[in-house]
C-alpha cells in the first residue's frame, strides 16, 4: 500500500487540526476504504492521525458527521509468499538492502510494498545487468515484472533476454504501443513479432512465457494479449537485462519496473491470474 504521507507527517497534521478518530465499533465503521486515497484526501484537509494495525479509524468533520472509515492491518506479504512457490530463478524487489537496490524509494508498485522499484529514465543504453550471472534456457521458461510505463510514445526498451547462441527476446515500447521484439543472432534488423496498446500508467504485470520451441506469450496483467512465433532458443546461456542492452544503440524506457521474476516453468493463464491476485493488501 502506498502512504500519501508518513506516520510523521500524518501525525503533525492531526495536532494542527480538530479531526478526531473512532475505535472500531464505536460508530460502526464502514472497512474496506483503501488507506491511501483517504490519507490523500484527508491529509490535505483535516490531517490525519494514523492507527495501528488492527484498529479502524472514524474522521469527524464535526460532532455528528463522519467523513470516512478505513481499516488499518499490516500486509498480507501474499505476492511474495506466491511468487516463492513458484521456485523462481530470480526474483528482485528492489529493497534498499537488494541484491539491485532501488533508485526509487518504498513504496514500490504493489499494493502493500514495503521495498523501492527500479527507475528507468530513457537514458541511452541504460540498464541494468543481472548480477547473479547467467542462466540456462531452462531455467528462463518465463518472465514476469510489475511495470509503471511513464512515456509509452517514445520508443525504449523494458527488459531483455539476450543469449549468445540464440535470438535476443525483449519487451519495449513505442509509439503508444507495447511490442514483444526480437534481435536474430549475428545482428541485424529487430524484428517486432507482436504489438498491443501500451497499458496506462497504473502498475500492470508483464509476463512472457515460452509455450513451445518457437512460440511465445505475452499477458498484461490477466489478459493474453498475444501469442507469437519466435526463432528457435539456442543452447547456450542468457542474461537478463533491465532496460536496454548494452551495445545496441537503443535507450531504456521511461518507466518504473518492480517485482522481477524469471521462472523455470511455463505459466499458464491460471498461474497468471494467480499473481495478479497475490497483489493484495
Known sequence: MRWACSEREARGGARRSRARFARDGRLGARP???????????????GVTVPRAGQTG????????????????????????????????RH???????????NTPSPGLLVCDPS????????????????????????????????????????????????????????????????????????GPMEVLAQVAAPDGDPHLLTLTRSGPTS???????????????????AGALTLWLGARPGSGASSARALLDEVVVLPAALGAGDVASLVTANSW
Open 216 to 234: 511465445v506469450r505475452l499477458w498484461v496483467d490477466t489478459s493474453e494479449v498475444t501469442t507469437a512465433s519466435t526463432s528457435p532458443a539456442g
Open 58 to 89: 472514524a474522521v469527524f468533520v464535526d460532532d455528528a458527521a463522519v467523513a470516512g472509515t478505513f481499516d488499518v492491518r499490516p500486509c498480507s506479504y501474499a505476492w511474495s509468499a506466491a511468487v516463492a512457490s513458484l521456485a523462481p530463478t
Open 32 to 46: 474496506g476504504w483503501p488507506v491511501v486515497l483517504l490519507a490523500a484526501f484527508l491529509g490535505a484537509g483535516v
Open 116 to 187: 523501492g522499484a527500479l527507475g528507468l529514465s530513457g537514458g541511452l543504453e541504460e540498464s541494468v545487468p543481472d548480477p547473479a550471472g547467467t542462466m540456462s534456457v531452462a531455467q528462463a521458461a518465463s518472465l514476469a515484472l510489475w511495470a509503471s510505463i511513464t512515456d509509452p510514445a517514445t520508443p525504449g526498451d523494458l527488459v531483455w533476454l539476450t543469449q549468445d547462441d540464440g535470438a535476443d527476446l525483449g519487451l519495449r515500447v513505442s509509439g503508444g504501443l507495447l511490442q514483444l521484439v526480437q534481435a536474430p543472432l549475428g545482428g
Open 92 to 102: 528482485y524487489d528492489f529493497a534498499a538492502t537488494g541484491v539491485i537496490p532501488g
